[in-house]
């Protein structure tokens, strides 16, 4: 379980870097971005999992999403994972698709040839990851977060809701909230997974809330000039089955943001300390 | 003096927009940034100029500078320009260096050929943008801030001490404070002005304060650990002509940071604080 240091950049008196790892989950190398706060020797830190959107790695929320600021000021340890596994005899998309197979790994453990010998992101972000923050970094893992953008919003949600208790709290930036009822999910869990969509449930963060599974508290917050919000993201079908089962929740439609990282960086602030609140003791 | 909208995006309640014109300064297209914040309607607002360093465009600043958060809470448009022309005809390093050329016009009007025919930086970021940005945006430009980075920094601090009056204040992250005394500076100069090393002192602004320009202030920071620093950057150049004259200057060495825009993002918020303070009334 050894990491490699890619790079560190000094930013709000903290350390921002870039780890690469042999992971045994996927099967490949992997690359992750942690930023540490700054904090006194020996203190152990809560945590925040980022999960990013169809195309990003690593790299998209480290450089543009305005995190470090907040987590500096709050104590936070910010990890942002790759979305997909990469490299030599990594299946892609037939076509190279954005939104299938590299950069689309829609954090599933993948049960179809050829993509169930590397896609497998839920063990790597569920499990293995975990384990080698808790081991290089000072993170208390007593103290997690989990948010997410657009299909990493989905990660967050689905992830937390099927690990009732390991995430203190749980937001998300314009999550794809049902698989289930979209084209992206259709052909990712159809791809990964299989035609049987009983098997795509535990999957889906609204079918997950109607069979049962509850958080303590949601947030998110969705661009009201998104061009993926009624075809894709469906934010509604979240709401609706929350309202519908008493599941607490604050779902924001944000008049005029679009799906970008200008969106996220506006409201980034706001979610790390909505985090840091529930973290706290 | 059209204008073309290549983007918009709604961001801390305000709108981040990327432009493209036709420039009669350069002769070509240019393109740059400008972040309008929320405002009320009618109202003119100060300006920041963001000048970029080597290799960068506008947007390099305008994803990762992380400015919009403090120009939204200070009401401050901010602007970044590109760093050099671009397009068919215009001529590059004869080895595409990154520090020549492309991406590396260091604010000049260069005299020499083939130069001189495109490379008029100075023209464009002194008189034809400002008039641009007074044309098409709610902008005051009686009050008017000026910093940059690197190779930007070195344009902030000449392009402000040539022109006494016209910015408020005036700020730079990590500055080429003395192209007649650096490798980068030699080379730009040389190929763009010509070997007549008296023709660069008004592209210097160790010579320019040297030779009896003043601001009412400056405030300069540098990372201490900054791979450019001994080689290329010299801030103590500026400390110790600063100094000697008594041009009233705050320039701070950062322990630890280096150049990039982890860097840039951590200071920017108080940067633009300053700059905010000089600015009102």
Redesign the interface.
Known sequence: MTIETVST?????GV?GVYRHASTATGTDMTFSVYVPPHEEGALLPVVWFLSGLTCTHANVT??G?F??ACAELGLIFIAPDTSPRGEGVPDDAEAAYDFGLGAGFYVNATQAPFDKHYRMQDYIENELPAIIAAHFPADMQRQAIMGHSMGGHGALTISLRNPGRFRSTSAFSPIVSPLSCPWGEKALGGYIGQDRTQWRAYDSVALIADGARLPDLLVDQ?G?DNFLESQLKTHLLTEQCASVGQPATIRMQP???H????I??FM?EHLTWHADRLKG
Chains 1, 2 share one sequence.
């Open positions: 950049n000094v930013a709000f008196g921002q450089e543009k305005e470090r600021r661009g000039d005029g943001y679009d970008s990282y200008y969106f960086s506006t602030g």
